[in-house]
């Protein structure tokens, strides 16, 4: 499957290969607590994002391991457009518009659309959330062609490839990177990452580093 077949996964296939468990219905948010909120706002909540909030609402895995989600009852108008999600250190935020496009915004510079519709910038954020906020974090020491030897060897598949992140996943286990302007690993560092316990014998062939 390309990228674009990975993000066009549904949340909980996402999600699910992610925890290494199913969802159960007390993951998500109940729909009559976005319908309330619904009412307060004045306006329908996309769709996407009520999917999202409905799946994995209740996961801080997922909700604010790292960007942080806003809940229900947090969400507000700004501009026209619905802000959803916020930065870590509160530099920036990200919203939708009536139409479903995205947009990056902050307090000092207009806001500029990111060019991906919702359902995939949150599906892309469910690997995002994941690669910088998984409980076993680690830095693989080796080179990159002994990487992509298992890539090829294991059956990585890349997930994400946007602007300069790269994601690949192995059942619940992802490698992450940032690319450098010629495509190659950024500062030599790459990442594994689980939010399942990895086994001695998984460290020792990626000769990984905990962090």
């Known amino acids: 499957m390309t990228q674009e077949s990975y993000l066009q996964l549904s949340y909980q296939a996402i999600a699910e290969s992610l925890l290494g468990r199913q ?16 009412k307060r706002l004045g306006l329908t909540i996309p769709s996407a994002l009520k999917e999202f909030y409905q ?7 997922f909700m604010s391991a790292f960007q942080l989600f806003a809940l229900p009852e947090q969400l507000y108008i700004k501009d026209d457009l619905l802000v959803f999600l916020e930065e870590n250190q509160g530099e ?10 995205v947009f990056q915004c902050d307090e000092d510079t207009p806001s500029h659309e990111l060019g991906f519709n ?5 599906a892309l954020m469910l690997y995002y959330q994941v690669a910088q906020g998984a409980e076993y974090s680690f830095c693989s020491n ?8 298992l890539y090829q060897e294991q059956g990585w598949q890349q997930v994400v490839n946007y602007d300069d992140l790269v994601i690949y996943q192995l ?3 992802l490698i992450w990177y940032f690319k450098d302007d010629e495509n190659d ?4 560092q790459v990442y594994f990452v689980s939010l399942v316990e ?7 062939q990626y000769v990984l580093e905990a962090l």
């Open 185 to 188: 690993v950024l500062d030599d």
């Open 118 to 122: 919702l359902k995939n910038f949150l």
């Open 23 to 38: 969802l159960t219905a007390q993951d998500g948010i109940e729909s009559k607590v976005l319908g309330s909120e619904e």
């Open 171 to 173: 059942g619940s286990y």
């Open 92 to 101: 920036c935020y990200w919203a939708v518009n009536e139409q479903g496009n």
């Open 142 to 149: 080796l080179l990159d062609q002994e990487l992509a030897q």
């Open 55 to 61: 799946t994995v609402g209740k996961l801080p895995q």
């Open 198 to 204: 990895v086994p001695d014998e998984t460290i020792n």
